[in-house]
């Protein structure tokens, strides 16, 4: 009994350091498991903001947890819920901004939506279509929702089932330029197979990575 008590005190706490943070607007999402979306509490700090009608701090909870979902797990699904569920919230604002940050919401989702898209049909999407995404959204840095190395890993994955292994191998050169480790978003099998058909190599310092074995956050093109 002693024990359960103790547990219970431990959430409590947390939930009161999480609503905390979140007023003083620091970094609150770093709290949540990224493989608990449905955490206890965040479905107590939804209920809280919602009981209180304080849709706008809300917006941003959802928000927040969407960039970090994207671009620092590239756990695209999980954000595009986020990004639905502040567009939800964004429906009860009547401020002057309220038409501009639904709109906001509205690209963001949009763009999600078009790069999961890309990623479960990779091998049937308009290829003019998927390189001005790509490219458009690579051309914005830190401001896409989607991170740079996914959207190398896009092309790689479409150049590489198209069979146009040298351009593939251009993308595995422009993230080694960009400082951006391939391992890390591409399987190492697809990589091998890119250099073995063209013949040709990344650089001393990336192929150091090769045996690393890459990251846990690859997105699955299959």
């Not at 690579?138 to 150049?159: C, F, H, P, T």
């Amino acid at each position: 009994m002693r024990y359960m008590t103790q547990l219970q005190t431990l959430i409590d706490s947390r939930l009161i350091i999480t609503c905390c943070l979140i007023n003083l607007s620091l970094p609150y999402h770093v709290l949540f498991y990224r493989d608990s979306p449905d955490s206890e509490i965040k479905q107590a700090v939804i209920q809280l903001y919602s009981k209180a009608k304080s849709w706008r701090k809300l917006l941003r909870f959802h928000f927040t947890q969407a960039q970090s979902y994207a671009q620092e797990f590239g756990k695209y699904d999980d954000a595009l819920i986020c990004l639905r569920e502040a567009s939800s919230c964004s429906s009860n604002l009547t401020s002057d901004d309220s038409e501009e940050l639904r709109n906001i919401l509205k690209q963001k989702q949009s763009t999600v939506e078009c790069f999961i898209e890309f990623r479960d049909s990779i091998g049937s999407i308009d290829r003019l279509s998927l390189e001005k995404f790509c490219c458009d959204h690579l051309s914005q840095g830190e401001r896409s929702m989607i991170r740079a190395g996914d959207l190398y890993a896009l092309l790689v994955n479409y150049y590489t089932k198209s069979g146009d292994f040298i351009l593939a191998m251009d993308q595995l050169k422009s993230m080694s330029k960009n400082n951006i480790d391939p391992y890390d978003f591409i399987e190492k099998a697809l990589i091998e197979n890119v250099i073995r058909s063209t013949g040709d190599h990344l650089d001393d310092r990336t192929s150091e990575y090769s045996e690393q074995s890459g990251s846990d956050d690859i997105v699955n093109f299959d």
